[in-house]
């Protein structure tokens, strides 16, 4: 092998390996970068939300068309209820209740104040909400509340609001940071209360509260006044039902369509990725044309040579063992630049993601040295297979 590789090393041109390192530098990088940031994209728009199952839907009235007035109201009636619950794709409908009182609230991060605003809340049955009980309930008399925000809200904080004050990024694992004071006013009462935010949600755009201290609440600061639901959740038994969109149609209801938003997302997500891996694809196959080409040459400058190394009893093999391991040294190296380039693009892009879906899990860089690892094996055992199968054809030649 020392003195295959003395010839080889006359012959080689540092222009044509450079050029090809480069372009399969260039392509592996493309398809392995593409691939990882489709994996640690894609939870983003695939993960269920931790507080509401996925075939749970929030289903309301529509309000005339875009751009008029209309005099319907917007609130269900009993009967609507009724007839929505008899329909053969339901399972469960549960009614959103609001506050019929006076609500401020101030929310801070760690001690810092971040918002001050007259709100309200929300509650549906707790049996619509994907937590344990132990968490989710209020005992009358108590001071401190369950809630569950709308994401927006601590997205707004991360990707905002913590960068211009250099305040630490809230995750699912740090919602004991944030303080939230309640101050209600109704009846001729006003109390202070502390609200313990247990989670966020990505289907909700509403401040959720456990029925049971809305039913409390609403009895002790507003005893008089009771609202008709302007929302229903609805859980669909069937939801592959015929006649499913008719019904909503035709009884002028509208769904969130959050899960068709997502999928639609999804969908252009993957074709976008496809399109890139395969330029990148292209790529690596070009850059694969260009070695073997190099290769060849190599070759044909040293046939002579190699034809007297087949003649006094060395075998194809290891005639050809130089020229493989050339390659496969090629493309390690390539395969380790271009894993250390995706570990720092993913490192920067994953920071952006985590501050606005601080939900989704870190994930890791396993995809792309999986993909990349797979790509190296078979690029090299191509590049043996040709190889070996030039010299078999000189060693024929020698025969003749």
Known sequence: MTLVWKLLRQHISVPQFAGFAFANLFGMLIVLLGYQFYCDVLPV????????????????????????????????TGSEIDDLSS?????????????????????G???????SSELFFES???????????????????H????????TYINMYNFGFAQSHSLPKISEGLVGMIDFHLYIHGNG??????????????????????????????????????SAPTRLIVEMSNPAEGNV??????KGLEVDDDKLQAEKTTYFLRMTVSVVMVVGAVISLLSFYILMLSIYLLVQKNTSKLENLLLIGYSPFRVAMPYGFLTIGLNAIVLIIALVVVAFARESYMDIIVALFPQIDGGSLLPSAMLGLSLFIVVS?????????KMMRIWKRKDV
């Open 45 to 76: 728009f695939t993960s269920p939300d931790s507080f509401m199952k996925s075939n749970y839907v929030i289903v309301s009235k529509k309000i005339g068309a875009a751009g008029t007035l209309s005099g319907r109201s917007n609130s269900f």
């Open 87 to 107: 329909q053969k794709f339901v399972g469960r409908v549960g009614r959103f209740t609001s506050t019929e009182y006076k609500v401020d609230a101030k929310m």
């Open 109 to 115: 991060i760690n001690g810092q104040p971040l918002i």
């Open 124 to 142: 549906v049955p707790d049996g619509f909400v994907d937590v344990p009980l132990t968490d989710w309930k209020y005992e009358p008399g108590s």
């Open 144 to 151: 401190e509340v369950p809630i569950i925000l709308p994401r």
């Open 189 to 226: 009462r006003n109390d202070e209360f502390k609200g313990r935010v247990i989670g966020f949600s990505s289907r909700l755009n509403t401040i959720l509260v456990p029925q049971s201290f809305m039913d409390w609440s609403n009895s002790v600061y507003a005893p008089d006044r009771q």
């Open 245 to 250: 969109a008719e019904y909503f149609e035709s």
């Open 381 to 389: 055992a191509a590049n043996q297979v040709a190889i070996y199968r």
